[in-house]
């Protein structure tokens, strides 16, 4: 006897029961792939909408970019302004929008001021055509700066060999990117003022300052990363304004083979603190004059290797504890004052440094300073009768 052929049926009230759970599986099941399939149809449509508007941005780059090498310059502004707002909404490939402007501020001859065109008495007048690597560089430093909609300040930018005339930097802030302008020539004014430089990578190696230039980093600060102004040339008849900056530890700041002293060069008032700016390397030789005057000095801040041939002034500049060393420094000529400056516990230190008729001069300077090392005979002018403390290391 097989028991299951024996077994009574089941009761309706169950049969009912089991009916509804199989309708519900099936019911779930349809829903499921419903679920399912509109899933992957949501997906697909933001997929293909991606890719959409990737091609779409993808054209209006190519367009842009078509426009700024056209050889009417509206069209070539044009160009330039519609690359920028594209730069901002593509954040993949902002660089590469970024790049195309770069290279085209790179492009052959100055940057000229904001200047008109006159026309002729028989013309009407007409509105100037705007210049188009003014308004690249403009776009650019317009991002940089701190209260920008869309911050450029972790990009490239490389400007080398730039002709720049008088541009304006005032307030822009260089986060974690990359400034380029080494070899680039200045004319004009150009203004660097309240500045930060907080974790950038910046070159102004080789930088020419046209003559007659005047370029500002008044009130500036060098917080971290790395700026280098090695083998600069300051303006002849011009100016290089570092006038109330903070250099901070963080940062390092070089201005290795720089020629300061064709002009007007000024770190009056400025915070030196060591290690982050060194002096070691630079030249301080021309026909103009070098000024720190009520600068203040912290840490050890070097002038090893720097080579003195006109008067360079410390009037009135704070040293405290600082050091300043001049290993291997060469004391041409001039001198360097100190009159008014605070050297109390302050060190001067010296190894194979020479002179042939340079001084420092400490006869109108506060206290007494520390002197270590070598030092050639004559190259310290002190005020107290038996000379500074110094000691030989």
């Keep these: 006897m097989i028991p299951g052929l024996m077994a009574p ?23 499921a792939l419903v679920a399912v399939g509109t899933s992957f149809t949501v997906w697909f449509g933001h997929k293909t909408y991606r890719l959409t508007e990737a091609g779409h941005l993808t054209d209006r780059f190519e367009g842009a970019a078509k426009q700024i090498g056209d050889n009417n310059e509206t069209v070539r502004a044009a160009g330039v302004y519609a690359l920028a707002q594209l730069a ?71 400007l080398r060999g730039a002709h720049l005339d008088s541009v304006d930097f005032r307030d822009v802030r260089f986060d974690s990117g990359r400034l380029d302008l080494r070899k680039a020539v200045f004319s004009g004014t150009s203004n660097f003022d309240g500045s930060r430089f907080n974790g950038a990578e910046v070159w102004f190696d080789d930088v020419i300052l046209d003559k007659g230039a005047e370029v500002r980093f008044t009130d500036t600060h060098f917080v971290r990363g790395s700026v280098r102004f090695d083998r600069m040339s300051s303006p002849e008849h011009g100016s290089l304004s570092f006038e109330n900056v903070t250099f901070h530890r963080g940062c390092s700041v070089t201005f290795a083979g720089a020629q300061l002293g064709q002009g007007e060069v000024s770190f009056d008032h ?124």
């Design 9 to 31: 049926p089941f009761p309706p009230e169950q049969q009912d029961d089991e009916y509804k759970v199989m309708a519900d599986i099936r019911t779930g099941l349809v829903a």
């Design 88 to 158: 901002d909404i593509w954040p993949n490939n902002r660089q590469a929008c970024i790049d195309v402007l770069c290279m085209h501020i790179r492009s052959d001859g100055p940057i000229p001021g904001a200047t008109s065109e006159v026309p002729d008495s028989h013309s009407k007048a007409v509105p100037p055509v705007p210049d188009s690597r003014r308004a690249a560089l403009e776009a650019i430093v317009d991002r940089l700066r701190a209260g920008s909609a869309t911050s450029w300040s972790n990009s490239t930018f490389n």
């Design 270 to 393: 400025a915070t030196i603190a060591a290690p982050g700016p060194t002096f070691a390397g630079a030249r301080f030789c021309g026909t103009g004059f070098v000024t720190f005057n009520h600068a203040t000095f912290a840490g050890t801040v070097s002038f090893d290797g720097a080579f003195f041939n006109q008067d360079v002034t410390m009037a009135s500049a704070q040293l405290g504890r600082a050091t300043l060393q001049f290993a291997g420094a060469n004391f041409q000529s001039g001198r360097l004052d100190l009159s008014g400056a605070d050297i109390n516990n302050a060190t001067l230190s010296f190894d194979k440094t020479r002179s042939a008729g340079g001084h420092i001069d400490l006869r109108a300077a506060v206290g007494t300073p520390r002197v270590d090392g070598d030092v050639p005979m004559g190259l310290v002018l002190h005020s107290a009768p038996h000379g500074a403390r110094q000691t030989t290391t």
